[in-house]
């Protein structure tokens, strides 16, 4: 039965709505914030989720120029934001929503998805000074050394690979470390912690099965975001390596079905997989109760039933008609403090190993006082805040997520892909 925080949690995804375009003001604390800049200079830092390739196709966007905060189609990162904000790496998430299980529909995402990469390409090109493309640690901390941010990139949704098992290794040679295996709908690979049509969950398909091995076969990380929690279950009991939810939460801290119940986190870290928290409000703090809210969204849920089955018409009248309603019901905004308590709980529960960042800046993501890349090293001030030392520190902003991707590609041993 899925709930009403599902289809919230849904709508957010639909709309990749930014809650806070602007930063709230935080109180100054000059020597902190030089501390955490100062102890980015030493650790590799990287944020493992962004939907930044969808304003790479604008011709009117250009990464390379830093946007205002806040400002109107801004975006929340850009390389200059990235300088500022000390984040080293990052990992440019290749989207493409749900559709219809066609050959043609497939073939249309396969090519949105290899123009989001042929992107990513030309940015690396064109300010081939600033960043450079990174497909293992290596090569982000070899860039780091050289003055430059490093573009990794993910596949957020299996759905473009259709059903042609050849395909994972196409995406795996163009540069994509993990792939996300679905997005907010069921699709041919798994069933979606936050489908509405299907309250079955059925979890791995046979040809889901496949495409797993394939990952571990060409050291593709595989994502267990998104999934549903048998989809998950599914995976630990399949991979031979790590697994890394790249952007989801703590479910004992916010009940919602993007995040994973303490059982999940034990099982990613007895597989030595890592969750990467997310900044997306919804996953952070739970509303509180307010039955006119949950009664209007409802009635809209029901008005527009499953996203891939709507018409381009119907998506743009749901989008329309979405954000009027969270703009009369605004989410309760989250904080990086928020943030922390979630790394908090992860650490407490498992270890310092199996925690990390993925933000979801530019599909969602983004909180009061840390609403853009420019602001990251405002989790650190609260890392430091909160007593973690320089390597816990550094395992938190990539050590962990590194170790996995290194393990996964070290376990396929095909370094040259
Ligand atoms: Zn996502």
């Known amino acids: 039965m899925k709930t009403i925080k599902t289809i919230f949690a849904l709508s957010l995804f639909i709309l990749g709505l930014s809650v806070f375009l602007a930063a709230a003001p935080v109180p100054d604390d000059p020597s902190l914030e030089a501390k955490a800049k100062d102890i980015h200079t030493r650790i590799l830092s990287v944020d493992t989720h962004c939907d930044t390739p969808g304003n790479l196709l604008d011709p009117k966007w250009d990464i390379g120029v830093r946007h205002e905060p806040g400002s109107e189609n801004g975006g929340q990162i850009d390389l200059p934001k990235m300088k500022e904000g000390c984040l080293d790496a990052l990992f440019f998430g290749v989207f493409t929503g749900q559709g ?23 940015m690396t090109v064109k300010y081939a000074d600033l960043v450079g493309k990174a ?12 003055g430059k ?13 259709g059903e042609d098992m050849s395909l994972v290794e196409v995406f795996a040679r163009r540069g994509v470390r993990y792939i996300t295996l679905c997005h907010t709908s069921d699709n041919q690979i798994c069933d979606s912690g936050t489908d509405r049509r299907n309250p079955e969950d059925k979890g791995l398909s046979e040809f889901g099965r496949k495409v797993a091995a394939e990952c571990n076969r ?22 031979k390596v790590p697994v890394i939810a790249s952007h989801s939460c703590c479910r004992a801290l916010c009940d919602n ?16 997989g890592v969750l990467q928290v997310c900044f997306f409000s919804s996953y952070l703090v739970s509303p509180p109760p307010n039955p006119e809210r949950d009664a209007a969204f409802a ?15 119907q998506r743009a009248a749901a989008i329309a008609e979405y954000r009027e309603l969270h703009r009369k019901f605004p989410e309760p905004p989250a904080r990086v403090k928020d943030v922390v308590d979630h790394i908090d709980h992860v650490i407490k529960l498992v270890g310092i190993d199996y925690v990390g960042i993925g933000t979801d800046f530019d599909g969602g993501g ?12 405002r989790v650190t001030m609260e890392l430091l805040r909160r007593g973690y030392s320089e390597s816990q520190i550094s395992k938190i902003w990539g050590g962990n997520a590194f170790r996995v991707l290194q393990k996964v590609i070290d376990i396929a041993g095909a370094p040259s892909l």
């Not at 497909?135 to 050289?146: G, I, Q, S, V, W």
Request: glycine share 6%.
């Open 366 to 377: 983004g909180v009061e006082d840390c609403s853009d890349v420019s602001q990251m090293f």
């Open 100 to 122: 219809p299980l066609t050959p043609d529909a497939y073939a249309e995402s396969r090519s949105k998805a290899m123009a989001q990469i042929d992107a990513i390409n030309a």
């Open 135 to 146: 497909t293992t640690p290596a090569d982000a901390a070899r860039l780091k050394k050289e």
């Open 149 to 161: 941010r490093a573009a990794f990139i993910g596949l957020e949704n299996g759905y473009p690979i």
């Open 257 to 272: 079905p993007r995040n994973l119940t303490d059982d999940m986190i034990k099982a990613l870290a007895a597989n030595g």
């Open 299 to 313: 009635a809209l849920d029901v008005k527009y039933g499953s996203w891939s089955d709507m018409t381009a018409d």
């Open 218 to 239: 060409l050291g593709i990380m595989i994502d267990v975001s998104h999934m549903s929690d048998r989809s998950f279950a599914d995976v630990l009991k399949i991979s």
